[in-house]
């Protein structure tokens, strides 16, 4: 059962209107509330309730490793399930940026990763001819 389905459950058990479900998902997905506490459109007692389950925040996450160059910014970064994110952001003096984030899943028989690429120049500083 995924952590918002349980999230549901734990609103539904403490016998709570549904609407509170929907207030929780708005509270994460469209204002970026990410501590429990701070949700303050929800109850009290469900807050409290939400810490006791699920910790201090709705996604644990902590760096483990950082690594710097002149054009590199490397970050990995470990979930609570242990599945590994990791950022790499490399800027080149030509104006390129590129940024990197790898997504492994060491916690499935089969490895797998995920890949996703951002290239961006800088905009120019003197007007084009």
């Known amino acids: 059962m995924s952590k918002y389905k349980k999230m549901k ?3 539904a058990d403490m ?3 549904e609407y509170r ?3 929780l998902l708005d509270a994460v997905f469209l ?3 990410m501590r429990f506490e701070d949700m303050k459109l929800l109850p009290k007692t469900l807050r409290e309730k939400l810490v006791e389950q699920f910790g201090e925040t709705v996604v ?3 760096a483990i490793h950082h690594e710097k160059s002149m054009q590199t910014d490397k970050v990995l ?3 609570s399930d242990g599945n ?3 950022t790499v952001g490399l800027f080149y003096k030509e104006g390129w940026n590129l940024s990197l984030i790898h997504i492994s899943e060491p916690t499935r028989q089969a490895e797998i990763s995920y890949a996703v690429f951002c290239l961006k120049k800088k905009k ?3 007007p084009r001819d």
């Open 77 to 79: 970064f470990e979930l």
């Open 9 to 11: 459950q734990l609103i």
């Open 21 to 23: 479900y929907k207030q």
């Open 60 to 62: 644990e996450i902590k």
């Open 31 to 33: 204002q970026g509330i």
């Open 124 to 126: 120019s500083q003197s």
């Open 15 to 17: 016998r709570l209107p």
């Open 84 to 86: 590994r994110v990791e």
